[in-house]
């Protein structure tokens, strides 16, 4: 049985249904994200299982028992907000021990409690200062040991990181893995950021207008996306559309407007004359300035129309004479080199069939 949860749920606001009919099951020890635009029914979901808010239909299990009657201080479940939501007034310590002392924990436990939670997220020595004397980074790190200091079966997490500049977002997702680590609790957490959710999670349920679309691993979330929305929204992809015109060993033909043919490799059972797509990510192409000397399955011939130097990388927009765009992507790996092709350079563009996933329409 899982440690929590989800059966049915269903979470309307006068006609809109933010949430609708949604099942999920969390395990233990878990780093699960809830990830999708803004709107999505998300941070309704994190909310329905924290107690702010209550489904209209379904039901919320932890360890077997329904939550849905339960107010929010008399569930095991604790939320990390994206504001912090820390008491001014009080110091780093008094943040930390408020939710003991809501829970009536003896004053002679308190102390070393506290103590272990600042040890926890590296802020040992920090406890006599207050929320404006430290800086952002360390604002969320005490909203961290706020919420763990009880130890709670659940943390949910909303958005925690969307505060911070690009550098520091990156040095608290370590931070995150390492804690979730050590402390063993599950995580459940909420953000609209897919590089994020790849990076920290075991699992995620990628949602769009209040349906789980797809729950898998991030590396096949991202290589195995089940439909169009998931492929386009995590991260970047060419998506191939059309008919289908063959299928042939486990290779099916697209007909690709302004490419032609295009074969990818499915183990999915496709009829000719149906419509899918190819989910093809710009990594998986290359580009060349002469006709591979292997061809692969795939090979067309396009021009750069435009490329964006990203650092280790850089991204490349080609156009084919037939009107289609691809968007490539090259290592930067020779010391000091922007660019291997500049605008309006002929290329040849190649992958293999395995490159590209097939989706049904």
């Excluded at 979470?11 to 780093?31: P, Y």
């Excluded at 329905?48 to 489904?55: K, S, V």
């Excluded at 290359?286 to 990203?310: F, M």
Aim: hydrophobic fraction near 45%.
């Amino acid at each position: 049985m899982a440690l929590l949860e989800i059966q049915n749920v269903t979470r309307r606001f006068g006609d809109f249904t933010a949430v609708d009919n949604v099942s999920l099951a969390i395990e233990a020890g878990e780093f699960f994200t809830l990830l999708g635009p803004s709107g999505c029914g998300k941070t309704t979901l994190l909310r329905m299982i924290a107690g702010f808010d209550l489904p209209d239909g379904g039901h919320i299990l932890l360890n077997g028992q329904d939550l849905v009657d339960r107010p929010p201080e008399q569930r095991a479940v604790r939320t990390v907000f994206q504001s912090y939501a820390l008491f001014p007034h009080m110091t780093v310590e008094g943040n930390i021990a408020f939710p003991l002392q809501m829970a009536k924990t003896p004053a002679a436990q308190m102390s070393a409690k506290v103590h272990e939670a600042l040890e926890d997220v590296r802020l040992t020595g920090f406890g006599k200062r207050y929320p404006h004397e430290i800086s952002g980074g360390q604002r969320q790190r005490v909203a961290l040991a706020r919420a763990l200091v009880t130890h709670p079966t659940v943390l949910l997490l909303d958005e925690p990181l969307a505060a911070l500049d690009a550098k520091l977002r990156e040095e608290m997702q370590v931070e995150l893995i390492n804690l979730q680590k050590e402390v063993g609790i599950t995580f459940v957490y909420v953000t609209h950021d897919q590089t994020e959710a790849l990076a920290l999670s075991h699992r995620i349920a990628v949602m769009n207008k209040g349906h789980v679309e797809q729950i898998d691993e991030p590396a096949k979330i991202y290589g195995l996306p089940k439909t169009r929305f998931v492929a386009d929204f995590i991260g970047t992809c060419n998506l191939l559309e059309g008919p289908v015109t063959a299928n042939a060993s486990g290779v099916v033909t697209l007909d690709v407007a302004g490419l032609g043919p295009v074969r990818v490799a499915t183990r999915a059972p496709v009829s000719v004359g149906a419509g899918g797509a190819i989910a093809l990510r710009p990594e998986k192409i290359r580009i060349e300035a002469t006709t591979p000397t292997l061809t692969p399955d795939n090979h067309y011939r396009g021009t750069v129309a435009s490329h964006l130097y990203l650092g280790d990388v850089t991204v490349y927009i080609i156009d084919t004479p037939s009107g289609c765009k691809l968007e490539a992507l090259l290592a930067n790996s020779a010391s000091g080199r922007t660019t291997f092709f500049e605008v309006g350079d002929a290329v040849e563009v190649s992958w293999p069939v395995e490159a590209g996933h097939f989706i049904a329409a």
